[in-house]
């Protein structure tokens, strides 16, 4: 349950409007709601501002589903990763306002329009065409934890001069998330250009010595430059929730005098 529904009834609750008894209902599973093969965090939206996620892989359609039924009664807006085609066709049958984008395998089940809430500018960059599916994934992710969102594919470091054509784009973004396979040189150049963090995500993309990523991963784990933070291989998702975190930080007032 998020803020914005728990102040709607408690203010209901203190007009009359709504009984004690009603209300009562309405926040039973006001912490957690165990349906057998899930226990579902309805608490998360007032812990961390944002619902729980659903992890699509490895759960049924029908698992996937029955999740989903119980956090709309609580939330706005749903996430579902790491979804194929064949459940997102079942999932979406049951829920039709649910966006399923194919690319980035993620399920956006909203049921208003996300207002943006973050201080700036995400910007997502991505050394390759091969790197996209990843690269949308934290675009999603972020866009829908309130944040404007821009990307630029397609600028690694075989050809940096592609990169440097977006200089002001990139120097007047508040947080940058960087995607790169193969060697995962390009979150080190980013961030040597910059004073804003720059989340690194290294993806699986690459021939056999890239093992799957972990060749990027230890060359962004290694990065000289001080401003790279980095998270697990092909893990969109994390990037984009990590970076709405730092977004979302209350910027304080001017100094008066």
Known sequence: MDQETLEKI??????GRTSVSHALGALKHLN?????YANIDHHRSLRKG????????GKTAE??????EKIAVQEQIILVTRLDAGKAKTVTEVFPRAQYHPEARMAILSKKDMPVTGNGTILIISAGTSDIPVAKEAHLTARAMGNAVESIFDVGVSGIH???NHKKKIESAAVLIVVAGMEGALPSVVAGIVDRPVIAVPTSIGYGASFNGLTALFSMLNSCSSN???VN???GFGAGYMASSINHIPVPPPKKG
Not at 50 to 57: M, R
């Open 32 to 36: 957690l709601e165990d349906i057998g």
């Open 10 to 15: 408690l203010n209901e609750v203190a007009s």
């Open 63 to 68: 698992q996937i589903i029955g999740i989903m």
């Open 162 to 164: 592609r990169l440097f």
């Open 233 to 235: 291989i092909d893990n």
């Open 50 to 57: 944002f619902p729980e996620v659903i992890f699509g892989q």
């Open 228 to 230: 790279v933070a980095v």
